[in-house]
Structures are given as C-alpha cells and as structure tokens.
C-alpha cells in the first residue's frame, strides 16, 4: 500500500479535484431523487397543475446531466493523474533493472518479469482512477443521503439499512479468502505465462528433437490449471456474492411493511414515506457501486508485493556522483564471487590488467573467465575483495559512468526488434547515419548488411532472429565500437563466426581498439597468442598469467588448452 500512497500523494492535487468533482456528481444524481420524490408526492397529492411537474421534470433532468458532467470530468483527471503514475512505476521499475545486480534480474523469468510489469501495473489502474474518486464520492454521497432520511424519520431509515447489513454478511466469507486466493491467482498465472514464454522462446528446440507434444502438454497443463482454478474460486463465491447483490437492494422488504404501521398509526406522512422509499433506491445503488470496488482494495496489498519484489530489491553498490579515473587500468584484488550460498565461482582472484594493452582469459569452461569479466563491467559486487578501475574502487563510481566507461560484447549480445541501424547507434544515441555507416565499415560488417533486404534499414526482429549468429555478433561488435568506450571487453565475441569472417572483424577490432584497454575470453586460442598478457583460469583461480609462448612452458593448463586446440583447428599455429 505505500506504493499508492507515494503515487497518490506526488498526484494528492489532482486526485482532490477528481474525488471533488465524483462527489459533486454522486450529489447531483442522488438529488434527483428527491426532487423525483416530490413528484410522486405530488402525484398522490392529486395536483395537476402541469407547471410543477414541468419544472420538477427539468431539475430530474439538470441533475441527471450534472451528474455525467461531473463524472466524466473526474474519471477524465483521475485517469490522466493514474497514467503518469503507471508511466513513472514503469519506468522506475526499468531503471530498477539497470541498478539491479545482473544475476537477480536473471534469476527472475521472463514470463514474471511480464506479469509484474505489464499485468500487474495494469492492474492499479482501477485502484487509482476509480477507487480514489469513484468508491470515495459512492460512500459521501449515500452518508449524506443516509443524514437527509435519519432527518425524515430515523425508524426507517435504520430498518432499510437491514438487508444491507445481511448481503455484507453473505459476503464475509467471501472477502475473509480474498486476499489468500489473488495471491494464488497471480502464482498461477505467472506459472502460465512462464510456460507460454517458455513454448514460445524454445519453437526452434522442441520442433528440432521432435518434442512438441510433450512441450505443449507442459503449455497446455499450465493453461488449465489457470482456468480451473478461476473456475472453482468463482463456483465457491458464486453463492456469497449473488445473496450480496440479491439481498442488499431489497430494503422495501423492510421499509414498506414498517412504513405502512407507522402511516396507519399516524406517526408518519405519506409525504416522508414515499420520499423515503425513493430514496432508498439511491442508498443502496451506490453502496453496491462503491462495494464493487472492494475486491480491488483487497487485491492491492498483492500487486504491490509483486511490484516491490523489484522495486524494494537492493541496489548494486555504486557512487552517486561521477569520480575522476586516472587512466583504464584495472586492478582485482583478493576478489570472491558466488552466484549461490553453497558454492564459490571465485575465491582469492588478484590481477592487474594494463591500460591500452590486449589482456586475455583462458580456460576450461566453467572456470570463472566471464565472471572476473561480468565484475569488471559491474553487472556484480564481488563478495569480497576489491576491483579497481583507473585507481578507484568499482563501488565509488557510478553505474552510469561505469556503463559509459566499458563497452561489453557477449556471445549472445540481444538485438532489437527495429532496423540494423538503430541497433548499431544503440552504443551511442547521438550519432548521424553516416556515423553509423562508417563504423560498421571500420568493424567490417558493412558489405554484409548492404546484401540484407533492405540494408541499413532491414528489421532484424525479435533477438534478432531474422540473422544469423554470427551477423548478429557483427553488428553488436559494431555498436559497441560506435560507443567508444576507454574498455572493451570481447566474451567469446566470434564464436558464431566462420573462420574467414572472423579474421576480417578480429583484425577490424585491432584497428579499431588502438590505445583502449582490450579484455578478450576466448576458447579459440588462436585469437589470443598475440595478447600482451594471458590470465589462466581454474576453478575460480588465476592458475598462471604471461605472454603466449611462456604459458605453453609454465602452465600445464594453457600447454593442454592449446594442443587440444591445434588437434581440434588443425591450423598451424607455429610462433
């Protein structure tokens, strides 16, 4: 709930208006009432005189347009304040994700990731475009109802509250479960949506080793599980809530008996008797429209839980204003990472990486090389231990200037659903197309997009699925040089390449990272025996460091890698 109240409270202005506004048009429609009261009385009065009901009939009507006036005003400013709020939540919760170590947004799936962001937030709409002024002016406008018939005649006005009072009660059950059974609303239907992201994201998998049926059964099994657990949570509240809405409106079974005894008996009017049993059609309209909004409030207390898994999550540990670096040289030391509790990926990692010089990891897989790389580049606070970059801690500098300061490439580096171009000026949103053109022929991947259906322009689609693996690394090689970062580390940046392609972009990327501090992982040694300096990685430590030909004599490790990899290429490797 201090979710909404931030929201509610940057927006208090507007949302006063809005409740202002919803009460003026409860007020003038529950004025219609009356008035509509007088008429009848007037009819059972027998006059006939054809102006009273002339102007009677008009101020029905002034009241009846007031009341759509003044609602639509304020659904209109409630909504424009709640879409800047969804827009802000939004957008906090994105650059949450930013400031988020990378292994906790990994560790949340795709498909709840969805739920929250798009499901979820969409959800508070109703919370705060109609609960705050709608739910608020249905409750004001019926007390003050209530007043104006304790005022007439306090008897009847207690008695026709009585089938209220019973239809809340029908629905005490009913809500008493609500709060547990959303929560097991919105598991389920993250559990279903993981399972379509799931289908969806692995088409190419199943239809390859043949295993659609039992991937759509998995798919198929979560969809029904979502429908039937609906199906059965409405079938248990169909009872509460139809004796609710059934029971509450019938205050004449409690008002004209009662009132029928008190006018035999002289002590009350026609005139209030009627005027009272119009109005009371009124009351309970509006309360069942202001309880309509309950199930709402009840819900709230989940949505926010859910929205806050990311918003409350802690941040990584980054200085707020930028810091002077004295050069892109880097530093680790006494460096340990776990991804989990029981098990450490790095442990004791000391290292100095020189600026403007080829630095490269090797190892067998599973070692830590992208991990030491993944902590340079801040997607994680090490355990323990500090990394240093250009003589200061990685923890004073802000990730904005981190992220500014390092241009890092993956094997499997995302592209965006829009044309090549805009991917490639991604690394730096400034430049003109002409920039753009000229670094993807500097990275040499220029001639390969002009072949595309439609150049520069060619909508790559989503993960860039409509290229292959290697033009994808192409073009994320050319947006991380477009971004000219001091720091450029390469994980395994050419593994989808052919071996011809992959020579003209490695000696594109030598041209192009003169006097940048260049950190390279690869399995291919072949791409790395010219680096300045090779860091040897095993079980989380730095087995041995030197040049190329000083690891094939001092390091069994290196000495093993590269054999295997001779056999393995069958290239001559002679140095």
């Known amino acids: ?36 009261a007088k008429m009848i009385v007037g009819l059972i009065g027998k006059n006939t005189e054809f102006g009273f009901y002339l102007q009677y009939g008009l101020m029905v009507l002034a009241a009846m347009v007031l009341k759509e006036i003044f609602a639509a005003a304020s659904t209109s400013i409630s909504h424009q304040a709640t879409f800047y709020s969804l827009k802000k939540i939004r957008g906090e919760i994105s650059k949450k994700l930013f400031r988020m170590p990378l292994g906790k947004v990994m560790n949340i799936s795709s498909g709840k990731l969805k739920n929250i962001i798009v499901d979820q937030v969409d959800s508070m709409e109703t919370t705060l475009a109609h609960i705050i002024p709608e739910m608020t002016a249905n409750i004001i406008g019926p007390i003050l109802l209530l007043i104006y018939m304790f005022i ?53 998998v199943i239809k390859m080793f043949n295993q659609s049926e039992t991937s759509y059964q998995k798919y198929s099994e979560a969809v029904h599980e979502n429908a039937a657990f609906y199906y059965h949570w409405m079938k248990e509240t169909m009872i509460g809530v139809s004796a609710y809405r059934k029971i509450s409106p019938m205050s004449l079974l409690t008002i004209l008996p009662l009132g029928v005894y008190f006018y035999l008996n002289g002590s009350l009017t026609i005139a209030t008797f009627i005027t009272i049993i119009v109005l009371s059609f009124g009351t309970v309209e509006n309360i069942l429209t202001a309880t309509n909004y309950m199930d709402d409030l009840s ?122 171009r805009e991917n490639i000026r991604i690394g730096k949103p400034s430049a003109s197309d002409k920039e753009v053109e000229e670094m993807a022929k500097l990275s040499g991947c220029d001639e390969f997009i002009r072949g595309l259906s439609a150049g520069y322009d060619t909508i790559v689609g989503e993960g ?22 001091p720091i450029v580390i ?68 290196y000495s093993s890698l590269w054999k295997a990899a001779v056999k393995e290429e069958r290239y001559d490797y002679s140095v």
């Open 152 to 204: 007439l005649d306090w008897r009847l006005a207690l008695v026709s509250l009585i089938p209220l009072v019973i239809g809340m009660f029908c629905m005490k059950s009913v809500m008493a479960s609500y709060g547990k059974k959303y929560q097991q609303s919105v598991e389920i239907n993250q559990k279903m949506n993981n399972a379509v992201v799931e289908y969806i994201g692995g088409i190419e």
């Open 490 to 557: 390469l994980d395994e940046a050419t593994s989808y390449m052919d071996t011809e392609n992959e020579s003209i972009v490695q000696e594109a990327i030598s041209n192009l990272v003169k006097g940048k501090t260049l950190i390279l992982i690869a399995h291919r040694l072949r791409t790395v025996v010219n680096a300045d300096k090779i860091f040897v990685v095993e079980n989380g430590k730095i087995e041995s460091c030197g040049k190329h030909e000083e690891l094939l004599e001092k390091s069994n490790v």
């Open 464 to 485: 860039g699925g409509h290229l292959s693996g290697g033009e994808k690394q192409r073009i994320s090689i050319a947006r991380a040089m477009l971004k000219n970062a």
């Open 1 to 36: 709930m201090n979710l909404i109240k931030q929201y509610v409270k940057e927006y208090k202005n507007t949302y006063i208006q809005s409740v202002l506004l919803a009460v003026l048009g409860v007020v003038s429609g529950l004025a219609a009432y009356i008035v509509l």
């Open 299 to 420: 819900r709230i207390g989940t949505i926010t839980k859910e929205i806050g898994l990311i918003l409350d999550a802690p941040d990584l540990e980054h200085g707020k204003g930028n810091v002077s670096l004295s050069g892109s040289d880097i530093e680790l030391k006494n460096v340990d990472f776990s991804y989990t509790e029981d098990k450490k990926v790095l442990e004791g990692v000391s290292l100095t990486i020189g600026e403007n010089q080829v630095t490269a990891f090797v190892g067998p897989s599973g070692g830590g090389k992208s991990t030491i790389t993944k902590l340079i580049a801040g997607f994680w606070n090490a355990d323990a231990g500090e990394v240093i970059i250009g003589g200061k801690n990685i923890k004073e500098i802000p990730l904005e200037q981190l992220s500014e300061t390092i241009s890092y490439v993956s094997q499997d580096n995302y592209l965006f659903d829009m044309s090549v």
